[in-house]
């Protein structure tokens, strides 16, 4: 049985696409051009991941000197400064929702989930979850997530959690500057993070993100 057929008989009635079908077209493109053999078992040798929560790091000088991640900048974004980091965890669901003003490139060390929608939905700087869709994404695949798709943390697949190599345009998250705040954009966040959460999340909101995302909570069981 295949890995989605499995996720989506244990998910039912939420269905859970690949990034490969013909679904995933208005959120992003498969790039299965590129070799990441090398770039994936360098992740894997100098980077854990964590017991639980999410760890990201969002640029890697190691990382970013790979020729394939070179490659992926002549190409995705037209030799514009980019950023390459490492997104690892046991996320298992949808607490947020955030979309950058550039595409953002998931290289796969191991299988994950995208829960995603598109930012043309949002209205009054809110979200309905029961807009969002599911997308698989196997190991060792690579894939761009356009600039216009809503998008957060992976989920994992198993219990061993999830590793991913993401790009970005240079200085995506990282804090704005002091006195800076959002400068009239309730989402913004940090530089070129537009983020909002679920009003569950007590803790973010007090840190300021806007709570926005609306209706229920997607959760994802792993294999």
């Known amino acids: 049985m295949k890995t989605t057929e499995r ?7 939420l269905v859970i696409y690949e990034v490969m079908s ?15 053999t090398e770039l994936i ?29 070179h490659r992926i900048q002549d190409e995705v974004y037209g030799q514009l400064p ?12 949808l607490t947020g929702l955030e979309y950058h003003q550039g595409s953002e490139v998931v290289i796969a060390a191991t299988d994950c989930i995208h829960l995603v929608g598109r930012v043309q939905d949002i209205e009054d700087n809110s979200y309905d979850s029961a807009n969002v869709q599911v997308f698989f994404q ?5 894939v761009e997530i356009y600039s216009t798709t809503l998008h957060y943390a992976p989920c994992k697949v198993d219990s061993e959690g999830y590793l991913t190599i993401v790009i970005l345009p240079a200085g995506t998250n990282m804090p704005l500057g002091a006195g800076e705040g959002s400068r009239g954009n ?38």
């Open 7 to 13: 996720l989506n008989q244990i998910n039912a009635p």
């Open 22 to 36: 013909e679904a995933f077209r208005p959120y992003g493109r498969l790039l299965p051009h590129f070799n990441t």
């Open 41 to 69: 078992k360098y992740a894997k040798e100098t980077t854990s991941v964590p017991d639980q929560g999410n760890h990201y790091v969002p640029s890697v000088a190691e990382l970013e000197d790979f020729g394939v991640i």
């Open 82 to 93: 980019i950023q390459a980091g490492f997104c690892a965890g046991q996320n298992t669901g």
């Open 138 to 142: 196997p190991k060792n695949t690579v």
């Open 186 to 223: 309730l989402l913004l966040t940090k530089k070129n993070k537009f983020l909002m959460v679920h009003s569950t999340q007590m803790e973010k909101i007090a840190a300021g993100v806007h709570p926005g995302l609306n209706g229920k909570l997607l959760n994802i069981s792993p294999i």
